[in-house]
């Protein structure tokens, strides 16, 4: 059976974060109804960073994924008659999902108090970069400057050159999922005997609130966490290495790791150096140390070092690109992959909910056209 | 109790950082999770002296005679939980743990997938005592496949999982992030899949087995990327904050020391506008920046002129005038800056916890804004052990002298177990 099935969303998220938020209520069987403007300038439908030409709105990557298992209603919001709609799709809803900003939320009179006291069931979620509220309220956002404002983008990449944000819109993605934590926490308070309310979500409250030692630093000890290059903090090494055939990861936080690390390729002989007494003599001197290990790492192949880690309790890992983590035979032997099939993009690989649940096990659909339910949702209203 | 999740109680094993991320989340919104710790490994918990310099975990750098209590970490992750020590390798912890599985709705783990069944606590066992228990697993590649057995940390599922693949600069090789996300993703994906089964037990009185990937977890939150990728579409490949769709787009250096701004231009508007801002009108008509086509083709140029711009201005004053004109611009926020960030600062967003062997200090809040059930963040984490008494009471039912027993035996205790 499905966990969520019986209850229905608005999602109003135009953006990544908002969509994200409301894409686990369809994978769990609730009735996810995308409100998208009928010109489909929806921003998920926009090519974005993703181009290729035969690529149309209905095609391109970030709507397939993020609104798979949602129907589409297509409804121009800005004429009364648009209005009313949405606001009967409201009253029976269990949770609206919006990311709007200030004035459209005032144009279709869905400010939190307001909609509250019309809908006293409703969870109303709004996801906005800075909050409702506050000095940066009224701000532009981008996910590199969620990134940067949330604290993130400082300590990311090499402390000689600029920081770096991931590519991808993780900021989004986070403000997106506490939305989603927040609406079930809702919904079963609500459930339990009490009413509906507002969840409110500021993407860079998100950011900052997952932070492991940037912010405890500074107020335990008032240092300043900085840019390190491509390793952490804590010990080294802790990196990516080269090796004869591509790439591997290498994460030994301690001595014990170190020394069998150190065994396994071969090297024991580098701890008579006292600047590799240690991991964290070695985090004083990572370039040499890097040097000092890769003409070996050179000579291995990752297959045989990853394993021959692990085999010694060393925490190594693969090194996967967005094509290789599609062929990882551990996420085909979790079934994480499902090949989805669409009428005009045809099968497509669809990563999967990230927990296998033994009762309750996400369903994998395809996203919507346009207005494929325009019908079906506006008869139902009927 | 108050907050949202009154009522639900978790039996919280989990150490490090994703799990108690996602069991404090689940305690800021009103769940009461008892976070069970090993005296065996409380000594362990307290890292290595040169790593606690490092990382700065004690206040002052001083780890005080109690050290496991003035933990930075244990401090930020265990707020509003309560901790008793168990010893479950033992016969007595074990049978202690059994009659507390009986009690709780949740419980949730972060072992490598051999610990929980050795001791007869993997999901069968659990439910065995109680058929109401989520059982929530969150290893680094999760319970079964051909990783299953490896150990972890996030800094292997960054580059495990392909989010590295979207970082660096160009030409070089991936980067991990400065701060192991994937632990705090995996974090969000525990709590997600545990209020979704908490829904389904209500409804039908049935547990279940939660078996995340911290891998799978990253992974899924670059789907639109594997899917481009799966239909050849080509995904944006490294080349420091650079995008193939806009331009500008990166941190370029600002007046001071390790000082930048943010900046992401998404139209052509936005460049006159921004032209404006830099009292450089003849940018907007220069057929090299022009378009984002123009500006894209002359990036370095651009970032060049955009440098020697930025640097000799204020990060904060430029994010103003520039977000005045309506574009996209951050400072780029240091761990100081976070803790006195204005917006952050007027939304009351860090909170001053008073834990007694700490003292007041500032924490992150709860980013979750309840409007009914506010999160409550207002309990400092426990001492070690701090709840012994009240727990095997009031759940149990042991009487004080079967406690005291327990205590003099060394099966439960406020300090770690002496090493042997």
Redesign the interface.
Known sequence: ?T??AGLRVIDLGADVAGAWCAR?FAA?GADVIRVEAPDASDPLRR??????PR?TTE?R??H???NAGKRSLALDTSDAQGRALLERLIARADVLVETLDPDRRAALNLE?AAA?ERHPRLIHVSITP??L????A?????P???????????????PE????????P?PD??AG??????A??????R??G??G??????T???M??????????????R??????G??????HP???Y?VADG?V?I?V???EQYIRFLDLIGMAALRADPRFT?V?TC?EHTEAFDAAVTPRLLTMRKEALVFGC?KQ??????????????N????H??G?WTQVEHPI??A?????????????PPVARRAPLLGEHDAAIRGELA | MTG?????RVLDLTRV?AGP?ATR?LAD??ADVIHVTSRKLAGELS??P??AK????????EPGERHWNRN??T??LLRGKRDITLEFDTPEGLALMRRLVAHVDVVIENYSPRVMPKYGLG?AGLRAINPRVIL?SMPG?????????????G???????????????RGE?????????P???????????I??????Q?A?G????????????T??????????????????T?D??R???RAP?????CRGE?R???I?I?SDAQWRALSGVANHPEWATDTRFATTAARLANIDALDAMMRGWTSGEDTYALMRRL?EA??????????????E????N??G?FREIDAPEVGP?????????????PPRLDRPAPTLGQHNQEVLRDLLGLTTAEIDDLKTRGLIGDRPAPAK
């Not at chain 2, 490092?54 to 750098?61: A, E, F, N, R, T």
Request: hydrophobic share 45%.
């Open positions: 059976m966990a969520l686990p769990f090519a974005g960073p993703f181009d290729a690529d095609t990557a970030p397939l994924y993020l939190p509250g800075f909050g509220e506050g000095p940066y009224g701000f532009r956002a981008a590199m400057i969620a990134a940067a404002l949330g604290g993130y983008m400082y300590i990311g990449g090499s050159r600029q920081p770096l944000a991931n590519l991808s993780q993605c986070m999922l506490h939305g989603f934590v927040g079930m926490a809702a919904l079963r308070h459930d339990s009490g009413r309310q507002h969840v409110e979500i500021a860079q409250e998100c900052a609130s997952i932070h492991q030692f940037t912010i405890t630093r500074w107020v335990y000890n240092r300043i966490q900085r840019r390190i491509n390793r952490y903090q804590r010990a802790i990196t990516i080269r790439l990861s994460a936080a301690n001595q240690d964290f985090s692990q309790r060393v925490p190594a890992g693969f090194v996967n690109d967005l094509r290789e983590v599609l990882d035979p551990q996420y032997a979790r994480f993009a045809g497509h690989a669809h990563a999967g909910f990230p927990v296998r649940m033994s009762e309750t | 949202a999740l009154a009522g639900v950082w991320h989340i919104l009103g890292v290595a040169a790593t490092i990382l700065g975990v004690y206040p002052d750098d930075s970490q401090n930020d999901f929530c590649y999760g319970a079964e496949g051909p990783l299953s057995g490896f150990i972890s940390y800094t292997n599922v960054d580059p495990a999982s392909g989010l590295a693949s979207l970082m660096g600069y090789l991936p980067y991990i992030g400065g701060n192991a996300y632990d705090p993703v995996a974090a969000l994906f525990a709590a997600s899949a209020l979704v089964a908490l829904r389904h209500r039908t049935r547990g279940q087995y939660l078996d995340l990937s911290q891998c799978e977890a992974t899924a939150l670059l789907g639109e990327f594997s899917l481009a990728a799966s239909r050849g579409t080509p995904v944006p490294r420091g904050n995008l193939p769709d787009n990166d941190a370029y250096p390790d930048w701004i943010a992401s998404e977000q309506g574009i996209a611009a951050g400072a780029v926020l240091d761990g100081r800056d976070l803790v960030d204005a917006n952050l007027a939304r967003f200090k500032l924490y992150a809040g709860q980013p979750i804004r309840l409007s009914a059930t």
